[in-house]
């Protein structure tokens, strides 16, 4: 008996087909009538699909910056990386799109508690089983399609349109709450400099008042000149002394005179090197031994304003860039495709599950038949399991009137 199933040909096995084709005939005829019935008791599920894209970023927040800012335009550029101002990416949207608080929303606005059936109000099956009907993903354009699916086309394309609606609006409101922390981050900078700039100011105005000083350079270049221009006088009176001396005498009148001209002369150059009363007797003029205090002193607080004046040159634009950030509430995406009410249906395909389930339930039978026509003709079992299986064959044949 072995060898005769090992020796069986291609015509022995369609033969054993024939012989059972009222079992496969039957059997795929009541699985196939089920499968119809049970798939066309599912309701039809209908798709909407609404299209986003994200304007392009073309620094409306900046407003008119450009003209106070003038050749310091890049600072606004600057601004908005530092702090966020930027377009709004598509990470960011299907972030909100794909957020708890976004789907809690939706459910409770078209009350989908009811529509899944959920009747412990338990939110996080709700949730679960909406994520399930909704979708959301950049399409090859550069855009965003999000879908949802439903039994009511209306209400899948009024859930998709309010979608849109509640992602504009909730990015709008994270932009503005995003501008208004960074406007308070910058607006403390922006008083701080304030301050720092006005203690500035007044050091060097308290400088200024006690030397009498108004621009260290050019005062300190004045008092320069003037030494070289006595200490150049004084040395043309010598040489006149010298000449007076050899020609009329000491006891000239006119040597005594050049020589208290001379006097004086040494007198005044002795001031601008060691006087400290020079300053007193003169707004313009510093004596020498002082000036590298003064000039020292001069630069430093004059550094200090000028730091804080560059400093704010900076931070107020921003800061004016901050505010009208916090102020704007323009649409930040832009629908391209609005959701329609599908007419053709999304699922379920029944054609396709018809015909799955029949292929299935065929490729299962067909060595089920195998197994019981080796069962049935075989003489001899070697447990109790076979003999089970042979009988239960037996009784298959006898209903479906099969001959041996």
Known sequence: MAENNQNKSFSDYLYILFKWKRFIFINLLVITAIT??????????????????????????????SSLLG????????????????????????????????????????????????DDNNMDKVVKAFKDDFSADPNEYGMIDFSIVNKDPKISAEIANYLVTLVDSMNIEFSIQRAKNNRIFIEKRYLQNV???????????????????????????????????????????????????NYIGENSPQYQSVKSEINL???????????????????????????????????????????????LEIVLPMYEQAKVEEQKSIPTVMLVDKAVSPELKYSPKRAIIIAGIFFLSTFILIPLIFIGEKAITSSSFENPLQEKISDLFKSIIKIYHIRF
Do not use: C, H, W
Not at 39 to 64: E, S
Not at 270 to 278: D, F, G, P, T, W
């Open 36 to 65: 119809t019935g049970i798939v066309f008791l599912v309701p039809n599920q209908y798709k909407a699909t609404a299209t986003i894209m994200i304007p392009p970023d073309n620094q409306m927040g900046l407003g008119g910056l």
């Open 71 to 118: 050749g310091k335009s890049s600072i606004a550029s600057v601004g908005s990386r530092l702090f966020g101002m930027s377009s709004t990416s598509e990470d960011m949207l299907l972030g909100i799109l794909n957020s708890r608080s976004a789907l809690v929303n939706v459910i409770d606005k078209f009350n989908l508690m009811k529509y899944y059936d959920i």
């Open 195 to 245: 301050m720092d700039l006005k203690a500035a100011e007044d050091s060097l105005f308290k400088f200024q008042k006690k030397y009498g000083i108004v621009a260290v350079p050019e005062q300190l270049e004045v008092t320069v000149k003037a030494a070289a221009e006595i200490e150049s006088e004084l040395m043309k009176k010598e040489l006149e002394s010298y000449m007076i001396l």
């Open 265 to 311: 002369l040494k007198k005044k150059v002795q001031e601008l090197k060691n006087s400290s009363n020079l300053s007193a007797n003169s707004n313009v003029l510093f004596p020498f031994k002082n000036m590298p205090d003064i000039a020292i002193q001069y630069l430093r607080t004059y550094r200090e304003v000028e730091i804080q004046q560059s400093i």
